[in-house]
T-cell receptor, first 113, second 114 residues
Framework: DQQVKQNSPSLSVQEGRISILNCDYT??????FLWYKKYPAEGPTFLIS?????DKNEDGRFTVFLNKSAKHLSLHIVPSQPGDSAVYFC????????????FGKGTLLTVNP | ETGVTQSPTHLIKTRGQQVTLRCSSQ?????VSWYQQALGQGPQFIFQ???????GRGNFPPRFSGLQFPNYSSELNVNALELDDSALYLC?????????????FGPGTRLTVT
């Protein structure tokens, strides 16, 4: 049973527009959420995170929104750039869990020039 | 500051053999986690080591074992390899304790079992 779901395997956007990547979770014990970006032949790179006590966290072009009642989070990238083309993973962890991360299957984002 | 490194990059083994994968954690990090990423899937947690002790384990059989050394580098050992063990094995380091949830990944070792 997948506890973290990324239902869109792929997303294509034009350069300069907004990219919105979505993630749903089922485990109500999750209380910290992270987004990772992965290029081919590289390990995942930490992008941005959010604690369950917040509903928004912003870092430059990247913003993560958390809707706890819907068990849903999203990553917004504005403006999107061709270098953002990668696989994006959503991950979650419960408090005090030794920080074991549970990942979704990922969404391949393609930003077209 | 050096990042997380893993060796080897690629490895081909035969079913039933044993394999050892290695990881050097990022400078200043005392915690190492190992993940298995099968094709088309997200990384799956295998186990974590904090200050040389196992600090949590995912749903993997005992033939997956590990070690962490005093310099916080780590090994993942897999015995009696099966075809389904073919995957990308990722090592991630972090501060552990109250250091935060962010984990920093190495480039991975691609293991193929034939």
């Amino acid at each position: 049973d997948q506890q973290v779901k990324q239902n869109s395997p792929s997303l294509s956007v034009q350069e300069g527009r907004i990219s919105i990547l979505n993630c749903d979770y089922t485990n109500s014990m999750f209380d910290y959420f992270l987004w990772y970006k992965k290029y081919p032949a590289e390990g995942p790179t930490f992008l941005i995170s959010i604690s369950s006590i917040k509903d928004k966290n912003e870092d430059g072009r990247f913003t993560v929104f958390l809707n706890k009642s819907a068990k849903h989070l999203s990553l917004h990238i504005v403006p999107s750039q061709p270098g953002d083309s990668a696989v994006y993973f959503c991950a979650a962890t419960p408090r005090g869990s030794n920080y074991k991360l549970t990942f979704g299957k990922g969404t391949l984002l393609t930003v077209n020039p | 500051e050096t990042g997380v490194t893993q060796s080897p990059t690629h490895l081909i083994k035969t079913r039933g053999q044993q394999v050892t994968l290695r990881c050097s954690s990022q400078s200043g990090h005392n915690t190492v986690s190992w993940y298995q990423q099968a094709l088309g899937q997200g990384p799956q947690f295998i186990f974590q080591y904090y200050r040389e002790e196992e600090n949590g384990r995912g749903n993997f059989p005992p033939r997956f074992s590990g070690l962490q050394f005093p310099n916080y580098s780590s090994e993942l050992n897999v015995n009696a390899l099966e075809l389904d063990d073919s995957a990308l094995y990722l090592c991630a380091s972090s501060l552990g304790g109250e250091g935060g949830y962010e984990q920093y990944f190495g480039p991975g070792t691609r293991l193929t079992v034939t």
